[in-house]
């Protein structure tokens, strides 16, 4: 019987340990991720941004969607760019361009390993909550000249950073801008739709 009782003390400290050891992992990734893109949060994605780069090892670009304004018809791109490289370089992005139009740039500062810079509408940029108490994430606001992209269909963007020797290119997808938690798209009639509020 005290075998046994042992054997279920060990097994019970052993599942413990699990436990304690996923939770502090699942903190350890939530902070990190609350700290970067914060402002994610406050929005509804329309479309999963494509990707490319080297995620693990060096820099990156993540969620890139081409966005067109549905009334003005005025463009932008949407991404977020990463440096995970453990050398400690620093990344700087110099241009962007969608299918050849020279996409327009703000501020755009180096980006440190373990930080992020995000690239957003000068609206987005404005109304959603940006976490300007962290360092080690920038945004840049991006605007780029309407080549008649048509929603849902995919153009090249390329992103050319000053210490890669060939820029990093993927297919983006064309989508409206992402909207404000709690908002959806309703009756979209190709840029004629209006947008319903949820409470």
Same mark, same amino acid.
């Given at each position: 019987?005290?075998?046994?009782?042992?054997?279920?003390?060990?097994?019970?400290l052993?599942?413990?340990?699990?436990?304690?050891?996923?939770?502090?992992?699942?903190?350890?990734?939530?902070?990190?991720?609350?700290?970067?893109?914060?402002?994610?949060?406050?929005?509804?994605?329309?479309?999963?941004?494509?990707?490319?780069?080297?995620?693990?090892?060096?820099?990156?670009?993540?969620?890139?969607?081409?966005?067109?304004?549905?009334?003005?018809?005025?463009a932008?791109?949407?991404?977020?760019?990463?440096?995970?490289?453990?050398?400690?370089?620093?990344y700087?992005?110099?241009?962007? =361009? #969608?299918?050849?139009?020279?996409?327009?740039? !703000?501020?755009?500062? +180096?980006? %440190?390993?373990?930080? &992020?810079?995000? *690239?957003?509408?000068?609206?987005?940029?404005?109304?959603?909550?940006?976490?300007?108490?962290?360092?080690?994430?920038?945004?840049?606001?991006? =605007? #780029?000249?309407?080549?008649?992209?048509?929603? !849902?269909?995919?153009? +090249?963007? %390329?992103?050319?950073? &000053?210490?890669? *020797?060939?820029p990093?290119?993927?297919?983006?997808?064309?989508?409206?801008?992402?909207?404000?938690?709690?908002?959806?798209?309703?009756?979209?009639?190709?840029?004629?739709?209006?947008?319903?509020?949820?409470?």
């Amino acid at each position: 019987m005290e075998d046994i009782a042992v054997k279920s003390q060990k097994s019970a400290l052993r599942r413990g340990g699990f436990a304690v050891a996923a939770a502090l992992s699942a903190v350890a990734l939530a902070a990190c991720s609350a700290g970067q893109i914060s402002q994610t949060a406050q929005k509804v994605s329309a479309v999963d941004g494509a990707h490319g780069g080297d995620r693990a090892q060096g820099v990156s670009v993540t969620d890139v969607t081409v966005l067109v304004d549905t009334k003005t018809g005025e463009a932008a791109v949407d991404f977020v760019a990463t440096n995970q490289d453990p050398s400690g370089k620093a990344y700087t992005l110099q241009d962007v =361009s #969608v299918d050849g139009n020279k996409v327009n740039l !703000g501020d755009v500062k +180096p980006i %440190e390993e373990g930080c &992020a810079l995000i *690239g957003d509408t000068d609206e987005n940029l404005k109304e959603n909550p940006t976490d300007k108490g962290a360092d080690c994430t920038h945004y840049t606001a991006t =605007s #780029v000249k309407n080549g008649n992209f048509a929603y !849902g269909g995919n153009v +090249p963007v %390329e992103f050319k950073f &000053a210490e890669l *020797g060939e820029p990093i290119v993927v297919d983006a997808t064309v989508s409206a801008p992402t909207l404000p938690a709690g908002q959806v798209p309703r009756d979209y009639t190709g840029g004629q739709g209006e947008t319903a509020h949820h409470h």
